[in-house]
């Protein structure tokens, strides 16, 4: 067997199982220590597998505790934030959707206000080694770090958790309090996008201003500034204002309208185009 499977089950992470055995009701997979196996349901089983095989598993808990794998991947993973959905609520806390069967739990000690059915919440997936369980923590502020000792133009990786006046804020990489500037968005973005970004300053208060774009490179095709202004190179006019039909918008660039407000305020900054009554046009 040349590829290498897990030293031992990990609830809440994705692990690399062997199939052993077979059942009615589904496959045993099990990690190199010994009696350490974890049933995957038949619904979730590949077709073709064999015994012998290697899986990427998600392992959690269904409602007896038991261990159950399954190739359905969640929102999040163990040590990664998210932004949920709260589908109810008892007297110990709340329970948010997760992309699995069984719903995650949210601890009244680790919510930053009461839950409600229906709020959206952020929190970091954990385990509690005294229970053995999975849970949400919402409380974001202990489970960040001050960030030290990123370059400019490091890409990361961001989760956005809320819009500000000025922007979005982000978690990135799971650990620092980061932002987004709404002057240098140019395609759409809401809260609970996970995307990739680049770091344009590692500020003193160890929080991240970041950039969708690699900084002092040329950009993308898909992004919206640069089909804007490709199209007025190609055609020098735009019939499309900041107050056009929204669908129009779409269907021309594939961006929002807030975000083609934007690309035009940009190009306006730095003086390459005039508006006119009907659109915009390209300067000489």
């Known amino acids: ?35 350490d196996e974890v049933l995957l349901p038949k619904r979730y089983v590949p ?4 015994m012998g095989d290697i899986l990427e598993v998600f392992v959690y808990s269904d409602s007896e505790d038991r261990y159950v794998a399954t190739t359905d991947m969640p929102m999040a993973k ?10 109810d609520t008892s007297k110990f806390g709340a329970f948010v959707e997760w992309g699995l069967p069984k719903h995650l739990f949210v601890p009244l000690s680790t919510q930053k206000r009461n839950l409600k059915k229906g709020d959206k919440v952020i929190g970091k997936i954990k385990y509690d080694e005294k229970t053995d369980r999975l849970f949400l923590d919402a409380k974001i502020g202990r489970n960040l770090e001050k960030a030290k000792g990123f370059e400019r133009n490091d890409k990361v990786e961001i989760l956005v958790i ?23 968005i140019f395609e759409d973005i809401k809260v609970g996008d996970k995307r990739f970004a680049y770091i344009k300053t590692n500020r003193e208060d160890g929080k991240l201003d970041c950039i969708l774009q690699p900084i002092g490179k040329r950009q993308n095709r898909d992004n919206g500034y640069y089909k804007v ?26 961006i929002s309208k807030k975000a083609y407000k934007a690309v035009i305020q940009k190009l306006l900054k730095e003086d390459k185009i005039e508006l006119r009554e009907d659109g915009l046009a390209l300067k000489e």
Do not use: H, R
Not at 6 to 25: H, M, S
Not at 78 to 87: H, K, L, N, Q, R
Not at 162 to 182: C, H, Q, R, S, W
């Open 162 to 184: 809320a819009k500000t006046p000025l922007g979005y804020k982000v978690i990135v990489n799971n650990k620092y309090e980061g932002m987004l500037f709404d002057n240098e």
């Open 78 to 87: 163990v040590g990664e934030f998210g932004v949920f959905e709260v589908v």
């Open 229 to 254: 202004l490709e199209k007025l190179q190609e055609v020098k006019e735009i019939n499309l204002t900041s107050k056009s039909d929204a669908d129009e918008i779409k269907k021309e660039f594939g």
């Open 47 to 50: 077709v073709g597998t064999q």
């Open 1 to 35: 067997m040349n590829e290498k499977i897990e030293e031992y089950i990990k609830l809440g992470e994705v692990n690399k199982l062997e199939v052993y055995k077979e059942v009615d009701f589904g496959v045993y997979l099990k990690s190199e220590e010994e009696n």
